[in-house]
């Protein structure tokens, strides 16, 4: 029904700068909110940022002042610039897509299938 394709992932030094995308296509009715969470290895599924259909945004305090999600309605794709990065942000990312399908208008949410995000000392 509902497919998200990500990319922007890689190795980066620390300090350096990487933008992931992620864009959501196929049946469904709405698009209510995207986010981005990252899962390292040993660590639980975290949320790093989020972006709501009216444009309000959630940051993890971890990466306040960094990171900035941004939101293209029109493509229904979402962004997310990661500056000043660092090792402890080395993790598997992923999008997520919170939509309406149109089989019974129902709310489900979408994954991405992950793009890993390497940061070395």
């Known amino acids: 029904q509902v497919q998200l394709l990500e990319s922007g992932g890689g190795l980066v030094q620390a300090g350096g700068s990487l933008r992931l995308s992620c864009a959501v296509s196929?049946?469904?009715?709405?698009?209510?909110?995207m986010a981005w969470y990252r899962q390292a290895p040993g660590n639980q599924r975290e949320l790093v940022a989020r972006?709501?259909?009216?444009?309000?945004?959630t940051y993890a305090v971890s990466v306040k002042g960094r990171f900035t999600i941004s939101r293209d309605s029109a493509r229904n794709t979402v962004y997310l610039q990661m500056n000043s990065l660092k090792s402890e942000d080395t993790a598997v990312y992923y999008c997520?897509?919170?939509?309406?399908?149109?089989?019974?208008?129902?709310?489900?949410?979408?994954w991405g299938q992950g793009t890993q995000v390497t940061v070395s000392s």
């Open positions: 997520n897509a919170e939509t309406t399908v149109v089989r019974g208008m129902i709310r489900h949410d979408y």
């Open positions: 196929g049946n469904f009715f709405s698009l209510n909110a």
């Open positions: 972006v709501t259909s009216g444009g309000s945004t």
